[in-house]
């Protein structure tokens, strides 16, 4: 009955911890990509092969893995680096490989195995710490390998930008807007178009057309599913004579029966339970927190469920965009018990975190309030993009981080639409665009030619020019109301004179086309034939001439004979004798 009721039981210190992604020997790469893995032996040799192998209680098995010549294929050569490869990857790819020379004793396989981890993309929704507005991230369920350059966003199946893999804007509930995200080169793995459906000050709703957030309730991932999920998440403790009943509860009452939920004990994961309660027997642990499952990121404050050897960490705010050129503050509030603290700081990066210290008044550290810490970090550069923790020292150990606050810094970039050349009549669209979503509250200054604008046009983050005249062409440039007035670069906007294509116009412009034509063909037709009447007189005289030089010819032949001289021949022979 203590089972049923309580969903999962933790029995002191029995802890299953799940694994850890992004070592060195874990690769993650997305689903329908292909992917290679280098031999982790030693020294690689021509004739070892790629087995798998899993664990079955204490005990491992090995398999070796058959490659098909298409799909899977492995060559054992130093040239090709002794890799594995694997195209049009798949969920079902996802597992432990090892390469080696016999399959005797599996647990060396383990020991020398690389993890393989296949995600899909998902557009997470989170919400703002603004309003009823909610923030857009174009997530996967572990960090790629292949760190990816740039994200595409579209919104209803049309392309809108490529940036961060943060959508530029907060976004409230709006009806037949569906948004979904892409990483360049992988256009055609693109995350399944995703709607925000309602937010309140309690709870939004998502509907998601499929994937993995999908699976998350007792449909199909190919089926699309609609989920309401709460904005706050917290815990409540009920001590009883022998054990503690957890509950992980929510701000939202509409909240999906089917919500599965994560535990964290020691800010390490707590696989073996997705119920909303859980029953402690003999706790001895330190700090507890919990969450959605599939929304990680609204995780609830710590909490330590026993005062002795507990230290808890929590932050104001999980996620932070900022300005470049701006400054910020990330604050965190903690509590240590019995315990002294020999030391405490603030670290930068998830992996082989640097420890921060002030820097000439770029960063600063203001931790003399009780319990309190305030990073403060002036002049952001875009560097400074990364998420920080808050970690205590005690004299024996140093704490495990929990999820810190992750920071990202923007620039300011003009981007017109629907091109930076348009004419006459057309509805332009000029955004400041940002790498991450600014506040609502935030002020924009609109620039032409370094001028700033009329009050009525530069408050908002779009500048609508609808028509556009000639008399909007020129620089135009942004900037974010601050001491500073931090600004974009200028951006150049054409404007093409208009052509009115009226059927009045269509005919004049006809008429005119034609006009035109036989004004340019019209002294080169009379030429040509002013050439061709000549060439024909010419030919004419020469055949008179020549006629007449013919004729002169026969006169000298045949001599005309005067009556006078004509004789008759007897006459002539008489005249003889």
């Not at 210190?13 to 992604?21: A, C, E, K, N, P």
């Not at 409540?236 to 939202?252: F, R």
């Not at 080169?524 to 010819?553: C, H, I, N, W």
Request: proline fraction near 5%.
């Amino acid at each position: 009955m203590l089972l049923a009721e309580a969903g999962c039981v933790f029995m002191g210190l029995i802890l299953y911890l799940s694994g850890v992604h992004g070592r060195a020997n874990s690769i993650c790469a997305l689903k329908g990509s292909s992917v290679d893995l280098p031999c982790s032996a030693q020294r690689p040799t021509t004739t070892m092969k790629w087995y798998t192998v899993h664990r079955n209680g204490s005990t491992f098995v090995q398999k070796e893995l058959s490659a098909d010549g298409n799909r899977v294929t492995y060559n054992m050569s130093a040239e090709s680096n002794f890799t594995l490869t694997i195209k049009d990857l798949r969920e079902s790819d996802a597992n432990v490989y090892c390469c080696r020379e016999t399959s005797d004793n599996p647990e060396l396989c383990w020991h020398n195995k690389i993890e393989l981890h296949v995600t899909d993309l998902q557009v997470k929704v989170i919400p703002a710490t603004e309003g009823q507005t909610m923030t857009l991230m174009c997530s996967t369920s572990c960090p790629l390998t292949e760190n990816p350059a740039v994200y595409i966003w579209y919104k209803n199946r049309e392309f809108l930008y490529q940036d961060s893999p943060w959508y530029q804007q907060l976004v409230s509930s709006e009806k037949g807007v569906r948004y979904s995200c892409a990483i360049k080169g992988y256009e055609d793995l693109r995350a399944p178009r995703v709607s925000v459906d309602s937010v309140t000050s309690t709870c939004f709703s998502v509907t998601y057309a499929k994937g993995r957030m999908c699976s998350y309730k007792t449909t199909s991932e190919e089926e699309p599913c609609s989920i309401t999920y709460p904005r706050d998440v917290h815990f409540q403790m009920t001590k009883l004579k022998d054990y503690v009943i957890l509950t992980c509860t929510t701000s939202c009452p509409m909240a999906d029966r089917q919500t599965a939920y994560r535990w964290y004990w020691n800010r390490q994961l707590y696989g073996n339970c997705e119920s909303q309660d859980m029953t402690v027997i003999n706790p001895s642990f330190e700090t507890i927190s919990c969450a959605v499952k599939g929304h990680e990121d609204l995780r609830s404050d710590e909490n330590c469920l026993h005062n002795r050897n507990c230290e808890s960490v929590n932050y104001a705010r999980r996620r932070i965009c900022a300005l470049e050129g701006s400054s910020v503050n990330i604050s965190s509030e903690y509590s240590h018990h019995s315990w002294p603290i020999v030391n405490h700081f603030w670290n930068k990066g998830k992996q082989d975190a640097e420890n921060l210290t002030e820097d000439a008044g770029r960063v600063e550290l203001h931790d003399n309030m009780k319990n309190y810490t305030i990073l403060r970090i002036n002049n952001l550069k875009k560097n400074d993009s990364a998420e920080y923790k808050f970690t205590l020292q005690r004299y024996d150990k140093k704490q495990s981080p929990s999820p810190g606050v992750t920071l990202v810094v923007t620039g300011l970039k003009v981007i017109m639409t629907p091109s930076a050349e348009v004419t006459e009549g057309q509805r332009v669209t000029l955004s400041c665009s940002t790498s991450c979503p600014l506040t609502d509250n935030t002020n924009y200054i609109w620039y032409l030619n370094s001028r700033p604008l009329t009050p009525t046009e530069k408050q908002n983050k779009h500048l609508v020019l609808d028509p556009v005249r000639s008399q909007h062409a020129g620089n135009y440039s942004c900037a974010v109301k601050t001491p500073h007035n931090i600004s974009s670069s200028e951006e150049n906007l054409t404007v093409k004179p208009h052509i009115n294509l009226s059927p009045a116009r269509i005919a004049v412009a006809i008429l005119n086309a034609v006009k035109l034509t036989v004004i340019l063909l019209f002294p080169p037709a009379v030429f040509l034939l002013y050439l061709r009447m000549r060439k024909k007189r010419t030919l004419t005289s020469a055949a008179e001439q020549s006629d007449k030089v013919q004729t002169g010819q026969m006169d000298e032949l045949y001599e005309p004979m005067h009556p006078a001289e004509w004789t008759d021949p007897a006459e002539q022979q008489e005249d003889t004798v």
